[in-house]
């Protein structure tokens, strides 16, 4: 059973455009919502994470809005550049250490 | 603060074989989590270790078990290997009392022929 739902599988934006990347969650235990950034030969890196307490958060051209009663989230990265090309996971968590993952999004920023 | 590392960073078996990754995580960090990330299957949790203790455990077979040492250092062992198999393995700390950030090793890539 898929518990987080990541969606576009792909996406190809210009450069100084706005991505949005969707995740949809079933289990409403999770408590804790990050996002990881992935480039090639690398392992996951932790860009922002969110508390369902707390329905947006900003850190510098990344935004994760949260929508609990929709048990939905959403990451929003302002001013997309060819560098923000990587692949991007949701994930969600109950405790420490154990992440559920959404399937993860492709971005492309053409220049 | 150094960061994960993960030992060997390249692996390839064969059908049978057994095999053993290494992960040393953060200095402080005393839980230490595996994740098995392939193409068809994205990243799929395999199990957390906490002061030596298994806390946690995803749904993969008895042939995939893991072990942390004194030091916080883990270790994940796969015996039989299968086809299956082949896949980047993921380690990653955390402090594992009230912080759920994950510090993610570069993972080692293991080859199964």
């Known amino acids: 059973q898929q518990q987080v739902k990541q969606s576009p599988q792909s996406l190809i934006v210009q450069k100084g455009g706005i991505s949005i990347i969707n995740c949809a969650y079933e289990?409403?235990?999770?408590?804790?919502f990050p996002w990881y950034q992935q480039f090639p030969g690398k392992g996951p890196a932790l860009l922002i994470a969110?508390?369902?307490?707390?329905s947006e958060k900003k850190e510098g051209r990344f935004t994760i809005s949260f929508n609990k009663s929709a048990k939905q989230f959403s990451l929003h990265i302002m001013d997309s550049q060819p560098g923000d090309s990587a692949t991007y996971f949701c994930?969600?968590?109950?405790?420490?250490?154990?992440?559920?993952f959404g399937d993860g999004t492709t971005l492309t920023v053409k220049p | 603060k150094a960061g994960v590392t993960q030992t060997p960073r390249y692996l390839i078996k064969t059908r049978g074989q057994q095999v053993t990754l290494s992960c040393s995580p953060i200095?402080?960090?005393?839980?230490v989590s595996w994740y098995q990330q392939t193409p068809g299957q994205g990243l799929q949790f395999l199990f957390e270790?906490?002061?030596?203790?298994?806390?946690n455990k995803g749904n993969f077979p008895g042939r995939f078990s893991g072990r942390q040492f004194s030091n916080s250092r883990s270790e994940m062992n796969v015996s039989t290997l299968e086809l299956g198999d082949s896949a980047l393995y993921l380690c990653?700390?955390?402090?594992?009392?009230?912080?759920?950030?994950?510090?993610f090793g570069p993972g080692t890539r293991l080859t199964v022929l």
């Open positions: 990653a700390s955390t402090q594992g009392r009230l912080g759920n950030e994950q510090f």
């Open positions: 289990n409403t235990a999770f408590d804790y």
């Open positions: 969110i508390r369902p307490d707390v």
């Open positions: 994930a969600a968590n109950t405790n420490a250490g154990k992440s559920t």
């Open positions: 200095s402080g960090h005393r839980s």
């Open positions: 270790y906490f002061s030596e203790t298994q806390r």
